[in-house]
């Protein structure tokens, strides 16, 4: 008796007042609003007249509906969906591989029994304070690893991040007791069975957390191509749409300082066409996040206790 | 625990030492800007030379998808005049190639040839630097170049009296003015030869203002203001302060943004605003193009050349008529606006001079590379002028013409004026050629106060020039702000820096 009133009350102590509620999702109501409005936006001005755009401005209502600027990007032919196939192939290999080594690496750092696990999570911090600078960077992908013009430049630099890897080993750490392990290993499990066949089952919520993470990163990276790839046929999606982005405002800055640079902006993906790219590239991450979800929560909350 | 440390400490030995080397690769780079002393016994014909492949990193909107094809048809050519085939990379403009050409100038890659301005991939930093090979020697021995741009041009683009880079010939000189709508001045029969200053176009934006309720007299955008009708004589950036009169009247730099010229420009712009000639949003506007082409404007301040009106049309769908105000000048403008240079981590510079060479005096490669193959990318009339078949989905159309080489050798396209070189050069003829013309401001030692002046330019600027604010209340602040950001320091470093290069000359 006594103790299920002590639950009841406390269930109340915790519950908070209906103002409280109010103004807890009136602010996260907003939140949304401010994310979701202009992505609305960017919807809306894509299928909606050029020259509407031009002499009324944007509004969340086509004025003048048009599909016009799909028709562009479907008929400017292969380069977008060559960039949309890189994008989905990088990110795909690139998260799986990544997955892979950040809990390969992660995974040891997390047991007791590891004699230099000391030594390799500080080889890992040091990284995060400390980066080569641009150059040298550059000339270990261009010159050492000569990788420079081929799709693992864009894999390659993104596989090992020292801050997932310290989230990871933070989530081995606490949700793969020690005595779990034992018992693997009493029952005649090695090292890898007990890794792959125990521990990873068991961490399902944190490499989903760190997969969304890692295929976040590879699917909205323009800065890899940008400084490494100069064929054109191994541009994805993100840089594609960056590099078009970045001309149009670059021109009409005006810092570039030829008299022809108001023919050549003129020459430009029209507003709309910008638009419909920018919509088509969201397209399959957006399929990501519910898949994601699920675990996502209890990933970020676990992985948010750092040590 | 002591174990680690000392494995620490190794390792960390080794990535310093690993780092060193590697950044180590760049230094042997630089001093091998020697030209073409040591390569005076290969035979100017080419016949005995082994064949290379000339890597170009030229700027513009994309690799063309037909490139590969123009290649095909170009190499044969190249290998029998210069037995050297051509790889063309094409960046996008800002980032893009600044980005990958920068990086790869930094760390000395093999490319050939580059496209460099005071605008792209930064010819005044880059030839500083030694990433540039030096072209004197090379620009004796193959004098076509030389006697094509005329010596003062080419010294215009020099530094220090060494040439990094060959201007490409074309426009020499530039003006500025207005650009007024074609059907309203039509309808108002106006005469524009009237327009002689700023003021002289207040009658006809009042004509405007009463008469065209849906229409706003005078568009403004950015840096894309009646203020650059002023033409100050910049010595650095745009939003940098620090300039001469370009009428070669004194040798004192100024800032111009607070001249009394330009102040009195400011407060005329105010008077427009309030009458409502500019239109209030003018200062967060971003694209003076895109608002024109709306057709919602009357006028445009421009910077012009012979045929700009035609090349707006183009672009813009609506008809306009060119108003030339100031007198044409030839400044650094236009000497560094773009220029080819070779970078020195090439293997072969001499080659890639030759190379270039070929863009100055061979009119088919040019062409080639400028507007593809004839029969596919693009038809021969009979009066000589082409027609691009389907422009705007066109599979080669980089608009390379003023990129490189002679412009006057480019092929005109049919709806250009057919007098349309001769009129240019008669037009770089008129130019005034500026005192200042040649000099190049080094940043290095100010690098903070020109960061911190940019900085309170970009915040003031526009409110300014768009005539949205009070003029003496803001100045005051501009000016107290530019104080603090060190602009004394900038001039005076910029004075000193003329002077010493006038003193040399």
Known sequence: MESTEKIKKSRLGNRVSPMTNIGINALFIMASVVCIAPILLIVAISFTDEKELLVNGYHFLPQKFSVKAYDYVITAGDTIWRAYGISIVVTLVGTLLSLLIICLYAYPLSRQSFRYKNFFAFFA??????????????????????????????????????????????????????????????????????????????????????????TLGYWNDWWLPLVFVTDNKLYNIQYLMYQ???????????????????????????????????????????????????????????????? | MFRTKKITILVLAAVLAFSLALTGCTLPVAPSTGGPTGTGTTSPTGGNEPEVELKMYVVGNRQEPDTPKVLEKLNPILKEKINATLDLNVFAWGDDYDQKTNTALAAGEPIDIVFTANWAANYNVNSTSGYFTELNAYLDKYPAIKEILGEDFLNGSAINGKNYGVPTNKEKVHNWGFLL?????????????????????????????????????????????????????????????????????GTTIINHFLAPESIEHYRLMREWYNKGYIHSDAATMQNQLELMKSGKYFAASQSLKPGKDAEVIASTGIEWVQVDVTPPVMSNRETTGALLAIPAGSKNPERAFRFIELLYTDAEVKNLINYGIEGIHYNKQADGRIEIIDPANSPYNPGHGWKFGDQFKDYLMSNEDPQKWEKFLAYNDQGLVLDSLGFVFDKTNVETQVSACKNVVQAYYKQLFTGSVEVDATIAQFESELNAAGIADLISEMQRQYDAWRAAK
């Open chain 2, 181 to 249: 709508k074609k059907d309203l001045v039509d309808k108002y029969a106006m005469d524009v030869s009237t327009i002689k200053s700023i003021e002289a176009l207040e009658p006809f934006l009042k004509t405007i203002k009463d008469n065209e309720p849906e229409i706003t007299p005078l568009c403004i955008a950015t840096m894309d203001a009646p203020f650059q009708l002023l033409d100050w004589d910049r010595i650095s950036d745009d939003d940098v302060p620090g300039a001469l009169y370009s009428d070669n009247r």
């Open chain 1, 244 to 307: 078009t982005l970045n001309s149009i405002q670059y021109l009409a800055s005006g810092s570039a300082q030829f008299s022809e640079s108001s023919k050549v902006i003129a020459d430009m993906p029209s507003e709309g066409a910008r638009m419909a790219i920018a919509v088509i590239s969201i397209g399959p991450i957006i399929f990501a996040y519910p898949f994601f979800q699920k675990y996502f929560v209890k990933g970020l909350t676990i992985g948010a206790v750092k040590g």
């Open chain 1, 125 to 214: 911090y040091f990284t995060m304070i400390f980066g080569g600078g641009l150059v040298p960077w550059y000339m270990v992908y261009t010159q050492l690893v000569p990788i420079k013009n081929t799709i693992w430049i864009m894999i390659v630099p993104y596989l090992m991040n020292a801050w997932y890897m310290m989230i990871m080993r933070t989530f081995f750490r606490t949700t793969v007791h020690e005595s779990i392990i034992e018992s693997a290993k009493i029952d005649g499990a090695g090292e890898f069975r007990t890794f792959f066949v125990i521990v990873l089952p068991l961490c399902r919520a944190g490499l989903a957390t760190i997969g969304l993470f890692c």
